[in-house]
């Protein structure tokens, strides 16, 4: 689940996360042996740049073609010699120097995508080294034609044709093609001890319609991977068995080399973990996913869900690291098929000046920004027993809810309210005569009502621009209390209601004797303890690395915190009274100063 501080930020940062997950990406290579002649290729990834005079330049090639299926219904050239450019099924590539390179309608090398690529006949066997960021692809069958298609499977050469394409009614039994050297296709006459081979592209009959991907099936949100972005912590991933046997799945975290020194100081490697529940050995919570793991055995058609966890480094051990990447295999256990899925998270802070207003070098354990959350009370201290500063547990719980405010440096602010709202930006003309723009409009944490008329809405209501509040009745209205300590830490603060202030319980608005006025006429105001008395609140957050009740759960230490939470009360009895319990806090908004800095 998101969790975002208000609706609409996606919309502004849209272009901004845009740029940053196509200016770090995960990469992989692909490795293609090509011969002398004619090669059928099925390239799974995304080449990087993607320019066809680039991805072909060290290769002797003569031509290229991608096919370009523009007609429901396909028959394949029995000879590809016989390929000509204005093919409209074909997109062909020709070297600078070659005499068709004018007639050339292909210019960019699109991944997931099957090529026929031609080596000139004096060339040597090569190998094709690809880099660029894995594909996950979406098999779009012809209904009753032929396809061009091509799988990438976990071993060089896998299981027989007959066994990959058993699953699907539309292909078992179906015609398939493969090309010789010479450039023909020839008949796969044995397919149930024919193996396929990774990254090779052959012709197969589609009977009918459908959506067959293979034994395994991987199920992700988008086709890009797994994007975690800033504010995300848990993600699931489905693979579902669609061959005709029961079988095991293996998923398997790799890492993501970056294309160049240059992004290496920017991109780490991502550190995930995996939701294990085992009842038989007692076992369940977040586990690293530090090497592989494996399915229950599943028959046909059932699903394994596996629940991802991302691990951010604190702020402090984030450094110059703006994006974490890495990359997951999964495979079944007799190497049929592999997919690689892309994995992606944005570090906590940094490059959030579009959104927040510029943030500072933090030197904080956690997350600047406000916290939310709510402390359960379930132990009390009793003024009459021998320990009166020893609580013990109550009967019922009673919570109390937090705001807590955290700034780039790790010093905290205990809150009663504070509301999000939006500070417009400026433009200015630029030499074109266009308004550009030059300050860019921000979000803001807001706790002084007087400042709210410099500032607008973040959210609609009734299709007017309100301010997004949030408040405890814990404490007194506009309470905005500094805290000792650090945020991760220790947090201490004294919150005093004094002898006259309307929230203090001795003193009651109708009672003659709550006045703290004496019967002298005129009346003259008496001191603290006459009528009531001062109250002191000593609250102390102590954070621990754990929850405080051992759940397990997503994102703790890095969206969710929590701890120890004591509160000592002074003036409410002769002695002091004590209570306690756990609190827990969640990130709601990464906006590391309150009002703004005015």
């Known amino acids: 689940m998101k969790r975002i501080c208000f609706p609409g930020w996606l919309i502004r940062a849209g272009l901004f996360f845009t ?6 990406a995960q990469w992989t290579v692909q490795t293609v042996p090509l011969q002398p002649g004619w090669n059928s290729v099925y390239l799974e990834i995304q080449p990087e740049p993607s320019e ?9 090639v003569e031509s290229v073609w991608m096919w370009n299926r523009r007609s429901s219904t396909v028959q394949f050239v029995q000879d590809s010699n016989t390929l000509l450019p204005e093919n409209p099924d074909w997109l062909a590539y020709f070297p600078a120097s070659a005499p068709l390179a004018g007639r050339a309608t292909l210019f960019s ?13 004096s060339a040597s066997p090569t190998n094709w080294v690809v880099s660029g960021r894995p594909v996950i692809v979406r098999k779009p069958w012809a209904t009753d034609s032929l396809d061009f298609t091509g799988f990438s499977l976990g071993r060089v050469e896998g299981p027989s044709f007959l066994s990959f394409f058993a ?5 078992a039994g179906q015609p398939i093609y493969r090309m010789s050297p010479s450039g023909h296709w020839t008949e ?5 001890s024919t193996p396929m081979k990774s990254g090779e592209a052959f012709w197969i009959r589609t009977q009918g319609a459908s959506d067959y991907k293979g034994p395994m099936e991987v199920i992700c949100p988008v086709s890009s991977g797994f994007d975690f972005g800033r504010s995300l912590v848990e993600t699931q991933l489905r693979i579902r068995n669609r061959g005709n046997t029961a079988r095991r799945f293996q998923l398997s975290p790799r890492s993501s080399s970056p294309p160049s020194p240059g992004d290496s100081q920017q991109v780490g490697e991502i550190t995930l973990n995996y939701w294990l529940l085992d009842p038989a050995n007692n076992r369940a919570g977040w586990f690293p996913l530090s090497s592989s793991i494996s399915s229950p055995l599943l028959e046909p058609g059932a699903e394994w869900l596996v629940r991802l966890e991302v691990r951010r480094p604190s702020p402090k051990e984030a450094s110059s690291v703006g994006k974490y990447v890495g990359l997951l295999d999964i495979t079944d256990q007799a190497g049929s098929l592999r997919v690689t899925v892309p994995v992606s998270a944005l570090a906590s802070t940094g490059g959030e000046a579009a959104r927040f207003g510029p943030l500072a070098a933090t030197t904080a354990s956690l997350r ?24 013990t547990a109550t009967a019922s719980e009673f919570q109390i809810r937090l705001l807590i405010h955290a700034d780039d440096s790790g010093a905290a ?6 509301l999000v709202m939006w500070k417009p930006g400026s433009t200015k003309l630029n030499a074109e005569g266009f308004n550009e723009v030059d300050v860019p409009g921000r979000y803001v944490i807001v706790t002084d009502e007087a400042l709210t008329s410099q500032f607008t809405g973040a959210a609609l209501r009734d299709g007017e621009a309100v301010p997004r509040r949030y408040s405890s009745t814990a404490f007194g209205v506009g309470m905005n209390l500094k805290m000792t300590g650090s945020f991760g830490g220790t947090l201490r603060c004294t919150n005093v209601l004094g002898y006259d202030d309307p929230l203090n319980p001795f003193k009651h608005k109708y009672h003659p004797d709550h006045d703290n006025f004496d019967e002298n006429t005129p009346p003259r105001k008496q001191p603290s303890g006459i009528e009531s008395f001062d109250i002191e609140r000593i609250i102390t957050l102590q954070f621990t690395t754990e929850d405080p009740h051992h759940l397990a759960l997503a994102g703790w ?6 701890g120890i939470y004591l509160e000592t009360l002074v003036g409410l009895h002769q002695r002091p009274l004590t209570v306690s319990g756990a609190f827990r806090l969640q990130l709601a908004c990464p906006i590391g100063v309150l009002n703004d800095g005015l």
């Open 19 to 24: 740029a940053l997950i196509q200016l770090h």
């Open 52 to 60: 066809a005079a680039l991805v072909f330049s060290d290769l002797p």
């Open 109 to 121: 090398v699109p991944g997931g995508q099957t090529y026929l690529i031609k080596l000139h006949s």
């Open 167 to 171: 699953g699907s009614s539309a292909h």
């Open 188 to 192: 796969v006459v044995s397919p149930e």
């Open 368 to 391: 600047p920004g406000l916290w939310i959350g709510s402390a359960v009370v379930n132990q009390v201290g009793e003024a009459a027993s021998s320990a009166p500063q020893v609580p």
């Open 413 to 418: 602010h205990l809150l009663q309210k504070a």
């Open 557 to 562: 230490g890095d969206t969710q915190t929590g």
